[in-house]
């Protein structure tokens, strides 16, 4: 009696709906940010001055918009570039797709909050929170991409040229300062702020591979 067929351990081919629904999730967050940026209410005798300066007086509401979208958008970047030298998937891969999804689907969420207090006594905690947020979406970019490329198991062949630890350094550092920069929002939250924002550069020139693979 032939042996029964081992079960298959790992969906080939699948990646391109793995990238499909995310992208969507990323969009949807990315559109739930802007509903924080609404008109300034003035008075009915208003003029073009006093329009300027209610614009002017909503400067949380841009900062933490710059800091959500552009996290977001340096999140998208990474999860493509992964993508890029993946070429498969397995159930653990999945389950730290989607948490990252979720993680990512609270950052309009954190975006309101620092916004709203980002000018009272509770911009400690606001700040706190969204650090603590960035920093648990680059620790899962980093469990999915230290899975993946454990014995090679997920990347596209050949893997040579593609940068496991260099990209693994980058990912741990980015999670460390997103932790360090919690940690000094209790004293200094307007400097964690600007820490988060270098962070998106930061992340922006994370390269996957060797060649220019964008």
């Known amino acids: 009696m032939p042996n029964a067929t081992p079960p298959q351990q790992f969906q080939d081919n699948e990646t391109v709906r793995i990238e499909a629904f995310s992208d969507g999730v ?52 990474n999860h493509h570039r992964m993508f890029n030298v993946i070429r498969r998937s397995d159930a653990r891969f999945l389950y730290l797709n989607g948490l990252l999804l979720f993680l990512t689907c609270l950052i309009p969420f954190s975006a309101n909050i620092l916004a709203r207090y980002i000018q009272t006594s509770a911009t400690e905690a606001s ?16 469990a999915m991409w230290h899975h993946a490329t454990t014995d090679l198991r997920l990347l596209k062949r050949p893997s040579s040229d593609v940068r496991v630890i260099m ?48």
Do not use: N
Request: glycine residues 4%; positive net charge; aromatic residues 14%.
């Open 167 to 214: 990209v693994r350094k980058g990912l741990a550092i980015s999670t460390g300062v997103y932790v360090l920069s919690a940690l000094m929002a209790m004293l200094l939250p307007l400097l964690s702020i600007l820490i988060g924002l270098a962070m998106v550069a930061y992340l922006a020139r994370l390269m996957y591979h060797r060649q220019k693979v964008v």
């Open 127 to 142: 700040t706190i929170l969204s650090m603590l947020l960035f920093g648990s979406i680059t620790a899962t970019l980093y």
């Open 26 to 77: 990323f969009a949807i967050a990315i559109t739930l940010l802007t509903f924080e940026l609404k008109a300034p209410t003035v008075k009915d005798d208003f003029t073009s001055r006093t329009l300027f300066w209610a614009l002017l007086q909503q400067w949380p509401a841009y900062i933490a918009y710059v800091l959500s979208f552009g996290t977001i958008f340096t999140i998208w970047v």
